[in-house]
Protein backbone atom coordinates (compact mmCIF):
# COMPACT_ATOMS: atom_id res chain seq x y z
CA UNK A 1 0.00 0.00 0.00
CA UNK A 2 2.90 2.27 0.80
CA UNK A 3 4.66 1.89 -1.91
CA UNK A 4 1.63 2.04 -4.22
CA UNK A 5 1.09 5.78 -2.46
CA UNK A 6 5.07 6.47 -3.41
CA UNK A 7 4.57 5.36 -7.25
CA UNK A 8 1.30 7.68 -7.40
CA UNK A 9 3.09 10.51 -5.04
CA UNK A 10 6.27 10.46 -8.09
CA UNK A 11 3.93 10.16 -11.04
CA UNK A 12 2.24 13.36 -9.60
CA UNK A 13 5.63 14.87 -8.82
CA UNK A 14 6.80 14.11 -12.62
CA UNK A 15 3.39 15.60 -13.83
CA UNK A 16 3.61 18.77 -11.94
CA UNK A 17 7.62 19.03 -12.93
CA UNK A 18 7.00 18.82 -16.43
CA UNK A 19 4.34 21.68 -16.13
CA UNK A 20 6.70 23.63 -14.36
CA UNK A 21 9.36 23.82 -16.88
CA UNK A 22 6.94 24.02 -19.56
CA UNK A 23 5.59 27.00 -17.97
CA UNK A 24 9.03 28.69 -17.42
CA UNK A 25 9.88 28.31 -21.21
CA UNK A 26 6.36 29.58 -21.80
CA UNK A 27 7.28 32.49 -19.73
CA UNK A 28 10.71 32.48 -21.68
CA UNK A 29 9.47 33.31 -25.38
CA UNK A 30 6.75 35.51 -23.30
CA UNK A 31 10.07 37.42 -22.03
CA UNK A 32 11.13 36.85 -25.67
CA UNK A 33 8.03 38.37 -27.66
CA UNK A 34 8.57 41.68 -25.24
CA UNK A 35 11.70 42.34 -25.76
CA UNK A 36 11.50 41.95 -29.59
CA UNK A 37 8.57 45.01 -29.27
CA UNK A 38 10.52 46.96 -26.91
CA UNK A 39 13.92 47.00 -29.63
CA UNK A 40 11.07 47.59 -31.95
CA UNK A 41 9.55 50.70 -30.24
CA UNK A 42 12.93 52.18 -29.93
CA UNK A 43 13.44 52.10 -33.59
CA UNK A 44 10.16 54.09 -33.63
CA UNK A 45 8.10 51.26 -34.87
CA UNK A 46 4.35 51.57 -33.07
CA UNK A 47 3.97 48.47 -31.32
CA UNK A 48 -0.17 48.53 -31.63
CA UNK A 49 -0.33 48.94 -35.12
CA UNK A 50 1.66 45.77 -35.03
CA UNK A 51 0.13 44.00 -32.88
CA UNK A 52 -3.27 44.66 -35.41
CA UNK A 53 -0.71 43.54 -37.96
CA UNK A 54 0.21 40.28 -36.74
CA UNK A 55 -3.41 39.32 -36.10
CA UNK A 56 -4.65 40.38 -39.79
CA UNK A 57 -1.43 38.19 -41.20
CA UNK A 58 -3.74 35.31 -38.97
CA UNK A 59 -6.66 35.88 -41.28
CA UNK A 60 -6.61 34.37 -44.19
CA UNK A 61 -7.39 36.74 -47.31
CA UNK A 62 -11.54 36.45 -47.44
CA UNK A 63 -11.74 36.68 -43.63
CA UNK A 64 -10.04 40.16 -43.57
CA UNK A 65 -11.71 41.33 -45.95
CA UNK A 66 -14.54 40.57 -44.89
CA UNK A 67 -13.55 41.90 -41.33
CA UNK A 68 -12.32 45.58 -43.44
CA UNK A 69 -15.55 45.67 -45.00
CA UNK A 70 -17.25 45.33 -41.79
CA UNK A 71 -15.44 47.67 -39.90
CA UNK A 72 -15.90 50.08 -42.60
CA UNK A 73 -19.52 49.73 -42.13
CA UNK A 74 -19.41 50.47 -38.38
CA UNK A 75 -17.42 52.87 -38.74
CA UNK A 76 -19.58 54.59 -41.11
CA UNK A 77 -23.00 53.80 -39.12
CA UNK A 78 -21.46 55.59 -35.99
CA UNK A 79 -20.05 58.88 -38.23
CA UNK A 80 -16.44 58.19 -37.64
CA UNK A 81 -15.18 57.84 -41.60
CA UNK A 82 -14.45 60.98 -43.22
CA UNK A 83 -16.57 59.05 -46.65
CA UNK A 84 -19.69 59.59 -44.28
CA UNK A 85 -19.11 63.12 -44.33
CA UNK B 1 14.55 58.15 -50.63
CA UNK B 2 12.80 54.57 -52.06
CA UNK B 3 15.81 52.85 -50.51
CA UNK B 4 15.07 54.31 -47.00
CA UNK B 5 11.67 53.14 -47.23
CA UNK B 6 12.26 49.46 -48.39
CA UNK B 7 14.81 49.26 -45.62
CA UNK B 8 12.47 50.33 -43.32
CA UNK B 9 10.03 47.95 -44.63
CA UNK B 10 13.20 44.92 -44.30
CA UNK B 11 13.33 46.35 -41.00
CA UNK B 12 9.73 46.18 -39.86
CA UNK B 13 9.26 42.78 -42.03
CA UNK B 14 12.25 41.22 -39.87
CA UNK B 15 10.51 42.57 -36.42
CA UNK B 16 7.24 41.26 -37.37
CA UNK B 17 8.53 37.92 -38.50
CA UNK B 18 10.53 37.12 -35.41
CA UNK B 19 7.36 37.72 -33.18
CA UNK B 20 5.23 35.51 -35.41
CA UNK B 21 7.92 33.06 -35.00
CA UNK B 22 8.15 33.45 -30.98
CA UNK B 23 4.24 33.36 -31.23
CA UNK B 24 4.49 30.08 -32.67
CA UNK B 25 6.74 28.67 -30.02
CA UNK B 26 4.73 29.68 -27.09
CA UNK B 27 1.33 28.21 -28.73
CA UNK B 28 3.64 24.87 -29.01
CA UNK B 29 4.74 25.28 -25.75
CA UNK B 30 0.93 25.65 -24.62
CA UNK B 31 -0.32 23.25 -26.51
CA UNK B 32 2.27 20.65 -24.65
CA UNK B 33 1.13 21.65 -21.68
CA UNK B 34 -2.49 20.81 -22.38
CA UNK B 35 -1.40 17.51 -23.29
CA UNK B 36 0.60 17.06 -20.15
CA UNK B 37 -2.49 18.11 -18.21
CA UNK B 38 -4.49 15.97 -20.18
CA UNK B 39 -2.24 12.86 -19.75
CA UNK B 40 -2.34 13.50 -15.69
CA UNK B 41 -6.29 13.81 -16.19
CA UNK B 42 -6.24 10.49 -18.18
CA UNK B 43 -4.73 8.68 -15.18
CA UNK B 44 -7.19 9.97 -12.79
CA UNK B 45 -5.21 13.01 -11.28
CA UNK B 46 -7.81 16.38 -10.82
CA UNK B 47 -6.26 18.94 -13.13
CA UNK B 48 -7.59 21.81 -10.80
CA UNK B 49 -6.05 20.58 -8.16
CA UNK B 50 -2.77 19.99 -9.72
CA UNK B 51 -2.97 23.97 -11.32
CA UNK B 52 -3.40 25.26 -7.35
CA UNK B 53 -0.11 23.13 -6.25
CA UNK B 54 1.63 24.63 -8.89
CA UNK B 55 0.36 28.31 -7.54
CA UNK B 56 1.36 27.74 -3.94
CA UNK B 57 4.49 26.23 -4.80
CA UNK B 58 5.57 29.63 -6.94
CA UNK B 59 4.91 31.19 -3.61
CA UNK B 60 7.21 30.72 -0.75
CA UNK B 61 6.58 29.34 2.51
CA UNK B 62 6.42 33.04 4.56
CA UNK B 63 3.72 33.93 1.88
CA UNK B 64 1.72 30.29 1.42
CA UNK B 65 1.30 30.36 5.39
CA UNK B 66 0.03 33.76 5.53
CA UNK B 67 -2.50 32.74 2.87
CA UNK B 68 -3.49 29.87 4.05
CA UNK B 69 -4.25 31.27 7.41
CA UNK B 70 -6.49 34.10 5.61
CA UNK B 71 -7.96 31.83 3.56
CA UNK B 72 -8.94 30.20 6.78
CA UNK B 73 -9.90 33.07 8.23
CA UNK B 74 -12.58 33.74 5.55
CA UNK B 75 -13.94 30.46 5.39
CA UNK B 76 -14.56 30.49 9.14
CA UNK B 77 -16.31 34.06 8.48
CA UNK B 78 -18.31 32.74 5.63
CA UNK B 79 -19.07 29.38 7.60
CA UNK B 80 -18.03 27.18 5.40
CA UNK B 81 -15.21 25.59 7.40
CA UNK B 82 -16.34 22.61 9.55
CA UNK B 83 -14.23 24.32 12.55
CA UNK B 84 -16.60 26.84 12.65
CA UNK B 85 -19.28 24.88 13.60
Redesign the interface.
Known sequence: MEDTVRVAAE??KG??E???K??Q??KD??D??RD??A??AD?G?DTKV?KQ??RL?KMDDDDREEQEILLDTYKRALGMSCESE
Do not use: G, P, T
Request: glycine content about 0%; charged content about 35%.
Open positions: ELYIRIELEEKVQHIVYKAEWMVIR
